[in-house]
């Protein structure tokens, strides 16, 4: 009897830690979407359960400033950026998996040991070569510090999946002629979606919601991208804060995330674990 309470009562717990973890994860953006249906004086009310339904904020947004051409400019920092990363993600695994070279090991190391420096630490320096470059305040700035960034876990996470693949397919590919480059888009390239989905994915939400890189390297509404312009937003008046346009703004760039992860879910746990098993 004792033993049946003691289980009874390590199921209730977990479930009650697994509600209460569930809560406090998703509480703000519920709460966000609560909001950005409010209007006029609903938005200072603290309520928790919905009480009325506008779609003032969501008209708002949309149809004054330049919140639509920040979306698009994301939309495209983003796209470009994981085209960019995963071609040359895909290429150096290829070489760090399959060829053979003295300082493979170290430089998959010096790889990984570049994703550890902090934003900040390399603003400067960056900022630097974006301008000697000329692209400052353009898609293109975002586009590079975007792709150096978001390189190296894609490019760790393909190389620990290539490595997995069987070396019979390489040598059979080999055998029938077949270049390096064949072997990496018509060979490999089919069996490695599930990484490909994850960097890939994970790559886009990085460069989606980055923010101290696309404040600095942008200066215009034009070629700004969507967390600026979110932060940027500016009421009736200096002392006036738009919470009802600010939250119906995050909602707008939040969902298509959300939508995605639950899309690819399955494809995200596999890429992660590739190679975490050795059979």
């Known amino acids: 009897m004792t033993l049946d309470l003691w289980h009874i009562t390590k199921r209730v717990a977990f479930y009650a830690l697994v509600i209460f973890i569930v809560v406090v994860s998703i509480f703000p953006f519920y709460y966000a979407i609560l909001t950005s249906f409010k209007s006029g004086t609903d938005l200072f009310r603290v309520t928790y359960w919905p009480t009325s339904f506008s779609l ?104 620990t999946f290539m490595r997995d693949l069987p070396i019979e397919i390489e040598e059979a590919a080999i055998v029938d002629g077949a270049t390096p480059w064949i072997i990496i888009w018509r060979v490999f390239l089919p069996l490695l979606w599930p990484a490909l989905v994850t960097t890939g994915l994970l790559a886009f939400i990085a460069a989606w919601n980055e923010f101290l890189f696309a404040l600095t390297f942008t200066s215009s509404n034009a070629t700004r991208t969507v967390p600026v312009a979110i932060a940027l937003l500016s009421g009736g008046s200096q002392y006036e804060i738009p919470w009802g346009n600010i939250m119906a703004a995050s909602v707008i760039v939040t969902v ?23 059979g």
């Open 56 to 159: 003032d904020n969501y008209m708002s947004v949309l149809t004054t400033g330049s919140f639509p051409r920040n979306l698009l400019n994301s939309v495209f920092v983003a796209a470009v950026t994981v085209l960019a990363a995963l071609f040359l993600a895909i290429t150096a695994s290829f070489a760090l998996s399959r060829v053979r070279f003295r300082g493979r090991g170290l430089l998959l190391m010096t790889i990984l040991a570049v994703s550890m420096f902090p934003q900040i630490a390399v603003l400067a320096g960056l900022f630097e070569v974006i301008r000697f470059l000329g692209i400052y305040n353009t898609p293109w700035a975002l586009i590079f510090s975007y792709t150096i960034f978001t390189l190296p876990f894609t490019v760790w996470v393909l190389t």
């Open 256 to 278: 298509p995330l959300v939508v995605l992860v639950l899309i690819f879910q399955r494809k995200i746990i596999s890429g992660l674990t590739a190679g975490g098993v050795k």
